[in-house]
Every structure is written in structure tokens, then in C-alpha cells.
């Protein structure tokens, strides 16, 4: 590939992100104020300034407004695995740091205002689900590839994900001040204290 | 209420069991052999000897035919639950004490059949988790009546409900002799000594 294909890709990609975000931000506030199922494509794209066209460039439906790409979500966990070893419970740690870079502070009012669109729909909350699902399948695969046995690889992806969702609901709370790392770890530290 | 009502609901509540059976049996049959979208309720109405009408009686659409009431689901669940207490590893165990009586020896066919369609259909795995997530919710709310505190709560449920989910795919597994007790045993042992 020439320096200009390249150039060209990196400049798309810049645009393409951008547009992405805009729809999120537009979507999210019209989900909020008038509610999900109240919502058409076609105000979204009105609302963020681009056409239904690029709506579905970026987009297959409304709902995947709000999930953001499942294979970057999934690397973000991964990406906290140690580089080796294959203690079930250092993985689990090093799964849920990996998660932690998911959630700066400066995200917390979006996943705050996207958890209360959520919580209100079945459909929305099946999907979200689904998300969480393909995740602890995803760790499952990376821990089995590290040569933890299936059953334990399964448990403890499953764990994992038990940990996550329950700091990531403790996290957008009303009032939470606490950092997700902090959360993460108090959370993780009583699953284990329970279950001695 | 008289002692003809009561009698009649029994007759009725016999009757309507056996139809609302015909059909999910007819059902799994076309969807194992056909497949699940290549199913119409009009279809599993004829196998069942039964009307469409009857069908949309006893079920909202084709989708909840292979869902059993969430509420008879739940109830195995909670039933298992120890008469008074609060410590979450007894309240857990005897939640999956309860889990085992859905899935005697005779179900597995039916369940293994079933898990097959299941898997081959994301719609299917969505309305699974859906199912699963209102379980974890039950019992969280069935452990906070106990007195357990609502994040350890959450926790033991959701950590009942891997568990359980592994165990299930376990004991559908081609080959597998073990009874669904004890495999629950063996993979909630299995957690305990990852997490320890």
C-alpha cells in the first residue's frame, strides 16, 4: 500500500470516527429527553447535522447507537491480561485492569445517561446481555489459549464478567464518586470473601 | 368459591397443561428437524393436532414456546432455599439444590433438543439470557429478604446463576451420564477453589 493510501485511510478513518461520535452524542440526548422507542433514525441524524445515509454507514439499526464496537470492547479486557502465566485469578485481575481503561471519569455522565436508556427497555437490555455474553466467551478463548482447563477458563471468564457489571452498575449510581478501578476491586475482594 | 368451581379450574388447568405440552413437543420436533425460522406457528398448530388459536392461547409467539414460566422457573429456584438463615454460601447451595429438581433424568433429552435450537439462533440466546438475568434479579431480592446485604446479595445470585448456567451446559452435553445435582456440585466446587 503507497504513503498516500495510507494518509487517505488515516484522514476517512479520522472522519468516520468523528461522524460515529456525533450520532452517539445526538443519539443518547433524544433517548433521554423523549425516550428510546420515541426515537427516529431520521431525527438522530437531523440531530447530529448528517443525513439517515451516513446514519447507516456508521449504523445497522437505532439500537447499536449505543454499543460501541464489540471487538474494542473486548480488546480492552484483553489487553490487561499478564503477558504470561495461567493463574486463573491473576488472569481474572488482569481482565478486570484491562476493563478499568474502559471507564475514565470523563465517561462516566455518558455511561450514566446510556444505563438509564437501557434499564427502560427489554430489547435494549437483551442486547446488552448479548454483549456481556460474547465477552466471557471471548475471555473464555484468551484463558484456554493461556492453558487453563475449559471448566475453570469458563468460571472464571464468567466471573469476570459477575465483577464487572456489578462495579459498572455500583459506578453509575447517583452520588459514586469512587474511581471504577476502586469499585472493581471491593467488588471482586466481596465475591471472594462470599464464596470461601 | 364452590367446590364445582374449584373442580372445573382443575379440569381446565389439566386440559390446558396438556395442550400447552403437545405443542412445545410439537415444536422442538419442527425446529430440530426444520429449524427454528423455517417453523410457523400455523405448522406446530397442525403437528399438535391443535388450532392456531389455541396456540396463541397458551403462548405469545413461536419464541416463547421453548420458555417454560419464568415464575414456575424461579420458584424451583427459591424453593430450595433453607427455611430461615443468612449466611449466602448455605442460601446459594440450597438455590441450586432447587435448580436440580427442573432437570431429573427424563428432561434430558427434551433439554439437550432444545439447547441445540437454542445455540443456532441469536434471537433465541438473547430471550435465554433475558431469562437468566431475571433469575439472578429473583434471587438477589429472595437473599435481601434473608437479610443479606444487597451488593453480597447480587453477588451470591449471579454467582448461582454461572454456576447453574455451566452445569446446564454440562449435562446436555453428548455423552454426559452424570445427574444435574451432581454436576452442579462439582462446578461450584470448581469456583470456590479458582476464586480462594
Chains 1, 2 share one sequence.
Do not use: C
Amino acid at each position: 500500500m503507497s504513503v498516500p493510501d495510507i494518509t487517505m485511510m488515516r484522514i476517512m478513518g479520522r472522519w468516520q470516527g468523528g461522524a460515529s461520535e456525533r450520532l452517539r452524542e445526538a443519539a443518547l440526548g433524544l433517548f433521554t429527553t423523549q425516550g428510546y422507542d420515541g426515537t427516529t433514525v431520521a431525527e438522530i441524524a437531523a440531530a447530529a447535522g448528517l443525513t439517515e445515509r451516513t446514519f447507516f454507514r456508521h449504523f445497522a439499526d437505532k439500537r447499536e447507537v449505543l454499543f460501541v464496537d464489540q471487538d474494542e470492547f473486548e480488546r480492552a479486557f484483553l489487553g490487561g491480561l499478564p503477558e504470561s502465566g495461567d493463574d486463573p485469578m491473576a488472569l481474572i485481575s488482569g481482565v478486570l485492569d484491562g476493563a478499568a481503561t474502559l471507564f475514565p471519569e470523563e465517561r462516566r455522565p455518558w455511561s450514566r445517561a446510556r444505563q438509564a436508556v437501557i434499564i427502560a427497555n427489554i430489547a435494549l437490555q437483551e442486547r446488552e446481555l448479548l454483549k456481556l455474553s460474547s465477552l466471557a466467551f471471548a475471555l473464555t478463548r484468551a484463558l484456554t489459549s493461556r492453558g487453563v482447563d475449559a471448566a475453570s477458563a469458563a468460571l472464571a471468564a464468567e466471573s469476570a464478567v459477575t465483577v464487572f457489571r456489578t462495579a459498572f452498575a455500583v459506578w453509575v449510581a447517583d452520588g459514586e464518586k469512587r474511581t471504577f478501578a476502586d469499585i472493581q476491586y471491593s467488588v471482586f475482594s466481596r465475591l471472594r470473601a462470599l464464596l470461601r
